[in-house]
């Protein structure tokens, strides 16, 4: 009464499918609960001999209905929906594309919908009939009808390479795709970049030191507040990947910084920003009330002071890191710069608004 389909309510009368290798597969009850109950087991049976299943929506319908009819059919499919790979494309391409849709003159994520937009207008197939009216009187039609959606889908996914680069990026973090979110992404890139490297992360502060962690006070970036006004000439400047960069040209880290060096920096500078005048209190000046000029004759001093050899980079705040050791965290930025710069090229000579070229900088942001 009210159009919905309730989830495992009704039979399934049929399904498709198609592999990477474009072997199709097409299985169709005869309408008894035994012809069901054998399609959903040729289902189990194709599903078994696969890697991976992708589908539209497959997550929110396909799979919840196609495990409530197991249920209510007696047929136990043992740990299938706990251990297959699952890719839902509507979700991913939803999550890939949402944000540029009326770039790309997206109406919303249907299939029909987005294969209009990515597979230059293909459409499923057209039809008057319901799907039960088709079983009944034009079985031939419900085949093609179900098999176009499949090989439409399979299609779009080598259009966007969307399975191709969600495996990639597991490859290369060791994340699994059933464990397929950002933090599990990053996390396993950690760790996997930290064994590498040979480096040896520090344990989970204990709550002692959690608790002395928390009298640390650091001196952030100072933003200027703007002054109002309307102004000619506006021009604007974009920085470069700025903070991934002063990591890595800093080489800042935990690991590279010489502590020696920058405790007496941080000492000096304490003093460079103290105000004493005589017969009154010292005071602490404010970063941005010191002229640009002053501050730079007093690092090149304290560089002259601290390090005569060179043998650090010295940071604004007059502290001190290593040239001789990379840090893990400079090492880690770097490398995900370099996978940046590998998409990027990749891009080149696409059209920007093609879905290959959105997708690559879908996956280069992904980095960022």
């Given amino acids: 009464t009210n159009n919905r389909i309730d989830i495992g309510n009704d039979r399934i009368l049929s399904w498709a499918g198609v592999n990477k290798t474009g072997e199709t597969f097409y299985f169709v009850s005869d309408g008894t609960e035994e012809g ?24 929110g319908f396909d799979l ?59 459409s499923k197939l057209e039809h008057e009939m319901g799907i039960t009216e088709m079983w009944q009187k034009a079985p031939e039609q419900l085949k093609e009808y179900n098999i176009k959606d499949a090989d439409l889908l ?11 680069l969600m495996i990639k990026e597991c490859v290369w973090t060791g994340a699994f795709l059933d464990r397929f979110y950002i ?65 890595v040209g800093f080489n800042l880290g935990r690991d590279s910084l010489d502590k020696e060096l920058s405790d007496k920096g941080f000492i000096a500078l304490d003093n460079f920003l103290t105000v004493r005048e005589e017969g009154k209190p010292a005071t602490k000046r404010k970063v941005e009330e010191v002229e640009f000029e002053e501050w730079r004759a007093f690092l090149i001093e304290e560089k002259k002071r601290l390090d005569p050899d060179d043998t650090c980079i ?27 710069a590998d998409w990027k ?13 959105i997708n690559i900088d879908q996956s280069q942001g992904i980095v960022k």
């Fill in 36 to 59: 069901e109950r054998q399609i959903l087991k040729d289902f189990l049976n194709v599903a078994n001999k696969h890697d991976l299943l992708c589908g539209w929506n497959s997550g």
């Fill in 64 to 122: 919840p209905y196609i495990q409530a009819r197991l249920l209510k059919l007696g047929v136990n499919p043992g740990d299938f929906f706990k251990r297959k790979l699952h890719i839902d494309m509507m979700q991913r391409c939803a999550r890939i594309y949402s944000y540029n849709m009326f770039n790309i003159g997206l109406r919303g994520f249907s299939l029909n919908e987005v294969v209009r937009v990515f597979l230059n207008g293909e």
């Fill in 154 to 164: 399979l299609r779009l996914d080598k259009k966007l390479m969307v399975t191709d």
């Fill in 183 to 247: 933090g599990e992404l990053l996390d396993n890139y950690i760790l996997r970049r930290t064994r590498e490297l040979g480096f040896f992360q520090h344990e989970r502060p204990d709550r002692d030191q959690s608790a002395a962690y928390e009298d640390i006070n650091i001196r952030g970036g100072y933003v200027m507040p703007p002054i109002r006004g309307v102004y000619d000439g506006v021009r604007v400047c974009d920085f470069k990947s700025l903070y991934p960069s002063i990591m």
């Fill in 314 to 340: 010295q940071a604004a705040n007059n502290t001190y890191y290593r040239r001789d050791k990379i840090s893990f965290v400079g090492a880690l930025v770097k490398h995900l710069l370099d996978l940046r």
């Fill in 345 to 357: 090229r990749q891009a080149k000579g696409l059209p920007k608004d093609s879905p290959e070229a």
